[in-house]
């Protein structure tokens, strides 16, 4: 008998909507607002971009700066992305560039720096920071993901209003924000940074963005500044709706390719992992329940930002090596979620990681584990599964078997393959 459980694939079956023309659906949605009634001729608009993978971010700024162009306006692009890309205005817009949101693409500058205006005093005791670019246009655009937070929970987690406070505070606000958020709640801060911003930074509209489970815009809505908080809220219902989720609801192990920063803001999306309210265990009534989480790497589009690694109690050793410590450092300082950069115990390759981890699960034998192995936390739309799931899987609507059980397969180094995922998920997509 294998040492290892033997394993199939599952394609789960998704229902939600795709946009079939992004750009043409930013434009509808930007020309909804008479914008022209605002925005005079030759007037400067500042453009958010941020520092997560979102579908298809490049078209989409690209058709806001076409926008308005239309109305004779000189729109540029500012990094808005707290303290992502080191700290620095280089690293932000290499970030940006990685994106392919570059001048050229786009047709229009990008304006990057650190530097921020304090625009006012929050009535609970801290200034009010905002990008020093951003703050000198004559109007500002705030585009981002509507989604569930990593670490906050209510009407309010991550999107528009987070991109005012976190984003557009750059690291001097970020800093401060989560200080703040300590002594207060986040809602209370984001309302608080958001109506002083909307009050004194001529933001003129938000564009939220909606993706569905396989990670492909499902909704984008412009909307007007006195809005924003009643539409994000309802637009963060949907996003939940339309969440990814893992096909099954307990593991031993899950198995995850690559974290990063272009995949979630943790690296991991606790919200997948069942990991939200509690470190290394989900919460009493949080799915799914995970015993124990194993890193492969980190993606090459976190520009070797780790946070999120110690999340996971294992890892292989080539993430720990690809980890920039000083903006990893940097970033969960920023953030205060001081156990996502700590060290997980880490091996040279798969077969010791796992052989390591099977031996740590409970009184399954190794060969009856539950195992699921992903591409990220971001791509679920295959998974590979341990025969411990098969019986089930069989039964389920939402799921197709993809193929037969079969054993793991290490190449002679004791690694399993990095491809595999790549290959036949964006081939089916």
Sequence with gaps: MSDYPD?????????DPKLADVAGEVEAQMSRLSLGNKVKADQSVAITAGSRGIAEIHQIIKAI??????LGAHPFIVPAMGSHGGGTAV???????????????????IRATMDTVIVCQAAEGFPVHFDKYAYQAD????CNRVKPHTSFTGPIESGLMKMM?????????????????????FGQIARSVSQ??????????????????????????????EELEAREAALLVQAKQWMPRLPFRTADVLLIDEIGKNIS???????????????????????????????????????????????????????????????????????????????PIDYETDRELLDVMLTQIGLAEPPDAKLMWIRNT?????????????????TRDDLQILDDPRPLSFDPSGNLCDEHMVEKCDAKV
């Design 265 to 343: 803001g943790s690296g991991i999306d606790v919200n997948v992992v069942g990991r939200k309210h509690s470190i290394h265990q989900p919460a009493e009534n949080e799915y799914p329940k995970i015993k124990m989480i194993g890193i492969r790497n980190l993606s090459h589009m976190t520009h070797g930002n780790a946070i999120g690694i110690g999340l996971a109690e294992f890892c292989r050793t080539r993430a720990v090596k690809k980890m920039d410590v000083k903006a990893t450092r940097i970033n969960v300082l920023t953030g205060g979620i001081h156990c996502e950069a700590m060290l």
């Design 65 to 70: 700066v076409a926008h308005f162009k239309q």
């Design 196 to 225: 002083h911003v909307l009050s004194k930074c001529s933001v003129v509209a938000g564009l939220a963005l909606v993706e569905n489970s396989y990670g492909q815009p499902a909704k984008i809505e412009a909307i007007g500044p």
């Design 378 to 394: 971001k791509e679920l739309v295959e998974v590979e599964c341990s025969v411990a799931y098969l019986d089930e899987a069989r």
């Design 139 to 142: 109007h500002v655009v705030v």
């Design 91 to 109: 690293g932000q817009r290499n970030i940006l560039e990685s994106y392919g949101i570059t001048e050229d693409y786009c047709g229009c500058p």
């Design 7 to 15: 394993v199939f694939r599952v394609r789960q079956q998704f229902n």
């Design 165 to 185: 406070l976190i984003g557009l505070g750059k690291h001097a606000g970020a800093k401060t924000y989560h200080r703040a958020i300590r002594e207060y709640d």
